[in-house]
């Protein structure tokens, strides 16, 4: 079954520790998303990457960081810097332009939650 | 500064009956409009989307509308069951390059 998986579930964490979100896609997909929701806030986005090794900030960068060395594989580190870690984190993929259709169309995986005690 | 706007964070309507849940923009260069639906703890689904050279889309019980000149597109549910009771987000695109814009969501309840 294509898809995209996040992984753990839930994930709770000490005040101070880093912590990595796994996010993988099986679709072929080019690009990926990270994305946090906070009660009445919507989806606000994290970073976001269209090609391996190569990523880019969204509207609230500060405190996470990212990697893409591999297509399927988009690992997401919240750091101790962020200061408001607890959330639901969502990971989402999409292909790209030049592929016959219009690639904007994001999936979504089931989403983390983080919880810093 | 919000680009994408869903102005009412709750709506409540009966099982049967139309649900129109709304969405306002202020970038006059998004093209291209999405609409998701999310349960509590789960990822976010894609439900339909409206390219900008057209006014109207339709998959079965959805239909979305879109209005470019007020910068308004809206999402019909006809007839609204049960199991539609969960967030909808509007979502916009400016160009094939870059992310998607997210409202804020609006929580549909469809009461039996």
């Known amino acids: 079954d294509g898809g995209i998986t996040q992984s753990p579930k839930y994930l709770f964490r000490k005040e101070g520790q880093n912590v990595t979100l796994s996010c993988e896609q099986n679709?072929?997909?080019?690009?990926m998303y990270w994305y946090r929701q906070d009660p009445g806030q919507g989806l606000r986005l994290i970073y976001y990457?269209?090609?391996?090794?190569?990523?880019q900030k969204g509207d609230i960068a500060e405190g996470y960081s990212v990697s893409r060395e591999k297509k399927e594989s988009f690992p997401l580190t919240v750091t101790s810097a962020q200061k408001n870690p607890t959330a639901f984190y969502l990971c989402a993929s999409s292909i790209l332009p030049g592929t016959g259709a219009r690639g904007d169309t994001q999936y979504f995986g089931p989403g983390t939650r983080l919880t810093v005690l | 500064d919000q680009q994408v706007k869903q102005n009412s964070p709750s709506l409540s309507v009966q099982e049967g009956r139309i649900s129109i849940l709304n969405c306002d923009y202020t970038n006059s260069m998004f093209d291209y409009f999405l609409w998701y639906k999310k349960y509590p703890a789960e990822g976010p689904t894609f439900l339909i989307s409206?390219?900008?050279?057209?006014d109207k889309n339709e998959d079965g019980r959805f239909t979305v509308f879109l209005n470019k000149s007020a910068k308004h597109l809206s999402l019909h549910i006809v007839p609204s069951q049960p199991g539609d009771s969960a967030v909808y987000f509007c979502a916009a695109s400016e160009s094939r390059n870059t992310p998607l814009v997210f409202g804020k969501g609006t929580r549909l309840s469809v009461i039996a």
């Open positions: 679709l072929n997909h080019d690009a």
């Open positions: 409206i390219s900008s050279i057209k």
């Open positions: 990457s269209q090609i391996v090794n190569d990523f």
